[in-house]
């Protein structure tokens, strides 16, 4: 099952190393992966597409904890906008 | 001043008085500023050494610890460590030198993506792109490192930017703030109403309990809500030792007291602890009965391997006067006590040969009241966990999730530094101590009355059990018989040791190793074929452990 995860997230070199990161490592296949700089440039808008049969709270957890991840918002399910 | 030289101003702005590192080309600048510092640097024979002395630094007293290295082989030297401290939420800083910016990414010298290293392996990293945001970036690694649940910060720092000049002007805002740590009590109602009404409650006490730095609240906690109490291998020590109740370390080595209860028990308090799989054994079968509630400051725990009935996310010294509720469960304590009884530990053991658990046992009841033991990994650790008894978490340090050999005497060295009023002994087996033996060398520099015991059994004891029990046995590459003469070892390093191969030796041997003033090693050769009782065996439930008998 696809989800569709839009990330705000801090500008700064390894955020993207990161955030695949901790997708591969959970058990979750990227399956899309978009991002551009905002206005200021010190911020990333990323739209994260992965699969996987586990829960996606369990994906999502994790990245909540992610230094750089300023907002995180999981578009295509019933979970409501967790803010990190 | 240059960056370097700012580096060293931060530490000290952060109450960092003690660092473990080792030198080399890409670290220069840090390491001349040091020279005329007051920063007092321990130089370790290995930076892996030098990471798990921060980590027992850190361990045993509840500050950050910090190490430093070079660029390349220095950095990879402390992947290990910081994986280490990963897995058991340590605050440790680790600062690596990087090459000059103008070279980076070339293949230079001593050049290696430490950054892209560090992402499985720290809570977060830092590249520091100049001198300008040096400071701010320090300040950030110590904030990350001890919020939350703690973890390892890495901050890279290349050479350029060590060297680099800056107007710096110390920040009367440095001085860190108490930060309070967000707690939701929103299901407090719930989790008192599913205590009140258990007939079977049991306290599952994990490492969070006493990082949150909630041991007073544990204790009332249990007195307030009588009911029996189990404990991780991290937070041994965690449950005071008049509570009747504690029933001591749950898991694949845990008590079969413990375990049994647990299998039984109608509701799971689980407090700082996450449901490790050396803990729960079969998950699908773990705690079958029992509801759950589940206390931790790391949301990504909750509902990750079980479900919790309730969960509480937050400062757990808030959290546990607002779930307690009366228990009436006297029959159940009843029933625990009886269990206790049951499965008490025996140390009768045949012949003159030493039996590890009956030293060991020796060794607590001997040892000076706070001492601090460390381990290393295998079948000596679990006995310390069996047979030692704590009166705090931060005197047992024990590498829990990672389970790295070569963690014990390093951690020593760190404990020793930080709590020099208190005896600091290393507990080891032969294999493990091997790992990290180089670290003699730092002993003997500071002259750091570590005592050290050696469990010597001329195998690697663990895999060995394993291979007798679950891999026909095959014993493949375990066997150790060509040990070096570790009395003499030690005495390569001025200091000095003994070997006892006999049970009326051990009392003697302790006393002399207390007595003397210095650091001492005490070589304690053992039966090979004694193993680790009770076991769980792999995919097996908590309740169907193996005991000596049995196998």
Same mark, same amino acid.
């Given at each position: 099952m696809n989800h569709v995860l839009n990330i705000t997230a801090n500008n700064t070199p390894a955020v993207v190393e990161r955030l695949l990161q901790v997708t591969r490592y959970r058990g979750y296949e990227l399956a899309g992966l978009q991002l551009a700089p905002r206005a200021d440039s010190r911020s990333l808008n990323i739209t994260?597409?992965? &699969?996987?049969?586990? +829960?996606?709270?369990?994906?999502?957890?994790?990245?909540?904890?992610?230094?750089?991840?300023?907002?995180l918002e999981l578009a295509s399910a019933e979970l409501a906008v967790l803010s990190a | 001043?240059?960056?370097?030289?700012?580096?060293?101003?931060? $530490?000290?702005?952060?109450?960092?008085?003690?660092?473990?590192?080792?030198?080399?080309?890409?670290?220069?600048?840090?390491?001349? *500023?040091?020279?005329?510092?007051?920063? %007092?640097?321990?130089?370790?024979?290995?930076?892996?050494?030098?990471?798990?002395?921060?980590?027992?630094?850190?361990?045993?007293?509840? %500050?950050? !610890?910090?190490?430093?290295?070079?660029?390349?082989?220095? *950095?990879?030297?402390?992947?290990?460590?910081?994986?280490?401290?990963?897995?058991?939420?340590?605050?440790?800083?680790?600062?690596? !030198?990087?090459?000059?910016?103008?070279?980076? /990414?070339?293949?230079?010298?001593?050049?290696?993506?430490?950054?892209?290293? &560090? @992402?499985?392996?720290? %809570?977060?990293?830092?590249?520091?792109? &100049?001198?300008?945001?040096?400071?701010?970036t320090l300040n950030q690694a110590f904030a990350i490192a001890k919020s939350g649940r703690p973890g390892p910060v890495l901050v890279d720092i290349p050479k350029d930017v060590q060297l680099a000049e800056i107007d710096y002007q110390p920040l009367a805002s440095n001085a860190q703030k108490a930060v309070s740590v967000p707690t939701s009590l929103a299901n407090a109602a719930k989790a008192r109403a599913l205590i009140a009404a258990a007939?079977? +409650?049991?306290?599952?006490?994990?490492?969070?309990?006493?990082?949150?730095?909630?041991?007073?609240?544990?204790?009332?906690?249990?007195?307030?809500? +009588?009911?029996?109490?189990?404990?991780? @291998?991290?937070?041994?020590?965690?449950?005071?030792?008049?509570?009747?109740?504690?029933?001591g370390m749950l898991g694949m080595h845990g008590t079969q007291a413990a375990n049994l209860a647990v299998q039984q028990c109608d509701l799971l308090i689980c407090l700082g602890a996450r449901f490790d799989d050396r803990v729960t054994g079969n998950l699908q079968?773990?705690?079958?009965?029992?509801?759950?509630?589940?206390?931790?400051?790391?949301? *990504?725990?909750?509902?990750?391997?079980?479900?919790?009935?309730?969960?509480?996310? /937050?400062?757990?010294?808030?959290? $546990?006067?607002a779930i307690s509720a009366s228990t009436n469960c006297d029959e159940w304590l009843a029933h625990c006590a009886t269990l206790k009884q049951q499965h008490g530990w025996r140390y009768d053991h045949p012949g003159e040969r030493i039996y590890a658990p009956l030293m060991l %046992?020796? $060794?607590?009841?001997?040892?000076?009241?706070?001492?601090?033991?460390?381990?290393?990994?295998?079948?000596?650790?679990?006995?310390?966990?069996?047979?030692?008894?704590?009166?705090?978490?931060?005197?047992?340090?024990?590498?829990?999730?990672?389970?790295?050999?070569?963690? !014990?005497? +390093?951690?020593?060295?760190?404990?020793?530094l930080a709590r020099p009023q208190d005896t600091v002994i290393t507990v080891?087996?032969?294999?493990?101590?091997?790992?990290?033996?180089?670290?003699?060398?730092?002993?003997?520099?500071?002259?750091?009355?570590?005592?050290?015991?050696?469990?010597?059994?001329?195998?690697?004891?663990?895999?060995?059990?394993?291979?007798?029990l679950f891999f026909n046995e095959r014993y493949s590459e375990t066997d150790l018989s060509d040990n070096p003469d570790f009395v003499a070892l030690a005495a390569a390093f001025a200091i000095p040791g003994h070997c006892i191969t006999r049970k009326d030796e051990v009392e003697g041997a302790l006393e002399a190793m207390f007595t003397w003033p210095g650091p001492y090693l005490l070589h304690v050769c053992i039966d090979d074929k004694d193993n680790v009782w009770p076991l769980v065996p792999p995919g097996a439930a908590n309740e169907d452990m193996m005991t000596e008998a049995k196998a």
């Open positions: 994260l597409t992965v &699969s996987g049969d586990k +829960p996606i709270h369990l994906l999502t957890s994790q990245l909540h904890k992610l230094y750089d991840i300023q907002q | 001043m240059k960056g370097a030289e700012l580096v060293l101003q931060v $530490l000290q702005q952060h109450g960092v008085e003690t660092i473990f590192g080792y030198p080399g080309g890409a670290i220069m600048p840090i390491y001349d *500023a040091l020279y005329q510092s007051t920063v %007092k640097h321990y130089l370790c024979r290995h930076e892996q050494g030098g990471a798990f002395s921060a980590i027992g630094f850190a361990r045993a007293s509840g %500050k950050v !610890g910090v190490c430093m290295a070079t660029s390349g082989p220095g *950095a990879t030297n402390l992947i290990t460590s910081l994986a280490d401290a990963m897995l058991d939420s340590v605050p440790v800083v680790a600062i690596t !030198g990087q090459v000059s910016q103008a070279v980076m /990414g070339s293949d230079a010298f001593q050049e290696i993506d430490v950054l892209g290293l &560090s @992402l499985a392996v720290t %809570k977060h990293s830092f590249m520091v792109r &100049s001198v300008e945001e040096l400071e701010a007939k079977k +409650p049991m306290a599952y006490i994990g490492g969070g309990v006493h990082v949150a730095g909630a041991m007073p609240q544990l204790q009332q906690f249990l007195a307030d809500n +009588p009911m029996p109490s189990v404990t991780t @291998l991290k937070a041994m020590g965690s449950v005071a030792k008049d509570n009747t109740h504690y029933m079968k773990f705690a079958p009965h029992a509801k759950v509630i589940h206390v931790d400051i790391d949301p *990504a725990e909750i509902n990750k391997v079980r479900f919790a009935d309730a969960a509480l996310l /937050g400062d757990m010294k808030q959290i $546990l006067p %046992k020796q $060794l607590s009841e001997r040892m000076p009241d706070n001492s601090v033991v460390c381990c290393d990994v295998g079948q000596h650790q679990m006995w310390v966990a069996q047979h030692m008894r704590f009166s705090s978490p931060r005197n047992h340090l024990s590498s829990g999730g990672l389970g790295t050999m070569g963690f !014990g005497l +390093p951690a020593a060295i760190g404990a020793k080891s087996g032969d294999g493990s101590f091997m790992m990290n033996v180089q670290e003699l060398a730092t002993i003997k520099r500071f002259r750091l009355p570590v005592k050290i015991v050696v469990v010597d059994n001329q195998r690697l004891g663990m895999v060995k059990q394993w291979q007798q």
